[in-house]
T-cell receptor
Framework: AQRVTQPEKLLSVFKGAPVELKCNYSYSGSPELFWYVQYSRQRLQLLLRHISRESIKGFTADLNKGETSFHLKKPFAQEEDSAMYYCALRQGGYQKVTFGIGTKLQVIP | DGGITQSPKYLFRKEGQNVTLSCEQNLNHDAMYWYRQDPGQGLRLIYYSQIVNDFQKGDIAEGYSVSREKKESFPLTVTSAQKNPTAFYLC????????????FGPGTRLTVL
């Protein structure tokens, strides 16, 4: 069965400090990985996905199949980055998506 | 924010009553999903539907039922068999491609008294 692990429920960093939100997964096939974000009083929305290899709002994430990880990184945290972040995995070719429990990022001014 | 709506925002029901949560989308998406969001547990999949008149159980389907009679609508019924129904419920939709992403509604907070 597929599984997504986000080991930190809360991550607090100072403004300007680097951020790394950890995500590990277990899945035997070819996974599709996503990061979703939920800002206060807003809907859950897609932040980025591994196949796009893009940087959104300064965030990047690299799929490491050897370590089965998809950590989300940003070199300099901003106050507006404070939000709940969810890592998600989808089996290739299927619609079912499995979410992690989420990590609350708190950026301290 | 448009495209996918859920109503009502807050819902209260007495224990033992069935209750139906609405989810509508005008994005022309084939796939729709229902999740339950609890503190410390993230999102857990209840049911999903890839196409009209078809749906599959997710990880926590017991005590819930759905229907998909129209492409735009995917209502969720929380039955009296659900042991702990008080939660925040999220509906989502996506295009059925290999690289699609999910678009989420604003959610419904159900409280069973």
């Amino acid at each position: 069965a597929q599984r997504v692990t986000q080991p930190e429920k809360l991550l607090s960093v100072f403004k300007g400090a680097p951020v790394e939100l950890k995500c590990n997964y277990s899945y035997s096939g070819s996974p599709e990985l996503f990061w979703y974000v939920q800002y206060s009083r807003q809907r859950l929305q897609l932040l980025l996905r591994h196949i796009s290899r893009e940087s959104i709002k300064g965030f990047t994430a690299d799929l490491n199949k050897g370590e089965t990880s998809f950590h989300l990184k940003k070199p300099f945290a901003q106050e507006e980055d404070s939000a709940m972040y969810y890592c998600a995995l989808r089996q290739g070719g299927y619609q079912k998506v499995t979410f992690g429990i989420g990590t609350k990022l708190q950026v301290i001014p | 924010d448009g495209g996918i709506t859920q109503s009502p925002k807050y819902l209260f029901r007495k224990e033992g009553q069935n209750v139906t949560l609405s989810c509508e989308q005008n994005l022309n998406h084939d796939a729709m999903y229902w999740y339950r969001q609890d503190p410390g547990q993230g999102l857990r999949l209840i049911y999903y539907s890839q196409i009209v008149n078809d749906f599959q159980k997710g990880d926590i389907a017991e005590g819930y039922s759905v229907s998909r009679e129209k492409k735009e609508s995917f209502p969720l019924t929380v039955t009296s068999a659900q042991k702990n129904p008080t939660a925040f419920y999220l509906c989502a939709s996506s295009i059925t491609t290999d690289t699609d992403t999910q678009y989420f509604g604003p959610g419904t907070r159900l409280t069973v008294l």
